[in-house]
């Protein structure tokens, strides 16, 4: 049974930085596309960066751009999101998902992990 499980939020000043993680399991971590999503409160869920199999491509949105760095470890089965110079609107619950190459949708989620960035 494939697993996604988040790991490393917290709460953080406005301009600190942390290290969000997510453990795979269960399924072929390497043939993955990797994503991490957040949801705030009374908000939809949104897209905040995805990385390629290979890690040969990475993607972001734009109110992320510059500030935080999506990477994977083929060998870990992990995926990580380094998140710096965070702003109060970053607070959310952050979610890492995997979806098949060819597929617009991801179809194994974690469990979120709660980030909660203080002014």
């Known amino acids: 049974q494939a697993q996604l499980v988040e790991s490393g939020g917290g709460l953080v000043q406005a301009g600190g930085s942390l290290r969000l993680s997510c453990a795979a399991s269960?399924?072929?971590?390497?043939?993955?596309?990797m994503g991490w999503f957040r949801q705030a409160p009374g908000k939809e869920r949104e897209f905040v960066a995805s990385?390629?199999?290979?890690?040969?491509?990475?993607t972001y949105a734009d109110s992320v751009k510059g500030r935080f760095t999506v990477s994977r470890d083929n060998i870990k089965n992990t995926v990580s999101l380094q998140m710096d110079s965070l702003k109060p609107e970053d607070t959310a619950i952050y979610y890492c998902?995997?979806?098949?190459?060819?597929?617009?949708?991801?179809?194994?989620w974690g469990q979120g992990t709660q980030v909660t960035v203080s002014s």
């Open positions: 269960g399924l072929t971590f390497s043939d993955r596309f």
């Open positions: 990385i390629s199999r290979n890690s040969g491509s990475t």
């Open positions: 998902a995997a979806r098949r190459p060819g597929y617009s949708q991801y179809d194994f």
